[in-house]
């Protein structure tokens, strides 16, 4: 069965530090891969995401992931983080015929003003 | 102002009761989604609909059942046999076509006494 790992559970940086959270994924097929980021008292929202083409994508809040299908993974960055980024972000990986999503566990970032 | 709604945002029920969570849309999206978060553990889905008077399980379905009677709606029951369902429920809803992105509902979060 398809699984996504996220490595970091809890990161906490300053701001201005730069970001990368890991995301890895176990299915050989055709993926669609997204970044998911949950503010605090918020909705689940999509960041960014990644279907075809250019395997550097950016997103929201200046946010970008680089797909490398040779790694399985799907890393999130970004250059300088703000104290407004502290939210649990979660890589979710669609694939197969039914369509259905499946989310790492979800990496917490708090940053420290 | 179109979205997915999810109420109550707080709901408790005392141990053996069945619970019911509401969760709409008016997207105009054919499938929709059950998830359930629970602290490091990330989403994992319980029920998933792709087109209405039709559900599937997700990993986690035992203790809930779900219903798509209408296109907008997609109620779902906790039930006395789900053996710990102190939880954050989270709606979801996937537009038809390529993209394959889910948007998701508020939550609500359910408190088994």
């Known amino acids: 069965a398809q699984s996504v790992s996220q490595h970091n559970h809890h990161v906490i940086l300053s701001e201005a530090a730069s970001l990368e959270l890991g995301c890895n994924y176990s299915?050989?097929?055709?993926?669609?891969l997204f970044w998911y980021v949950q503010y605090p008292g918020q909705h689940l929202q999509l960041l960014l995401k990644y279907f075809s083409g250019d395997p550097l994508v950016k997103g929201i809040k200046g946010f970008e992931a680089e797909f490398i299908k040779s790694k399985f993974s799907f890393n999130l960055r970004k250059p300088s983080v703000q104290w407004s980024d502290t939210a649990e972000y979660f890589c979710a990986v669609n694939a197969g015929r039914n369509n259905d999503m499946r989310f790492g566990a979800g990496t917490r970032l708090t940053v420290k003003p | 102002d179109g979205g997915i709604t999810q109420s109550p945002k707080y709901l408790f029920r005392k141990e053996g009761q069945n619970v019911t969570l509401s969760c709409e849309q008016n997207l105009n999206h054919d499938a929709m989604y059950w998830y359930r978060q629970d602290p490091g553990q990330g989403l994992r889905l319980i029920y998933y609909s792709q087109i209405v008077n039709d559900f599937q399980k997700g990993d986690i379905a035992e203790g809930y059942s779900v219903s798509r009677e209408k296109k907008e709606s997609f109620p779902l029951t906790v039930t006395s046999a789900q053996k710990n369902p102190t939880a954050f429920y989270l709606c979801a809803s996937r537009e038809r076509g390529g993209t394959d992105t889910q948007y998701f509902g508020p939550g609500t979060r359910l408190t088994v006494l």
């Open positions: 299915y050989g097929g055709t993926v669609n």
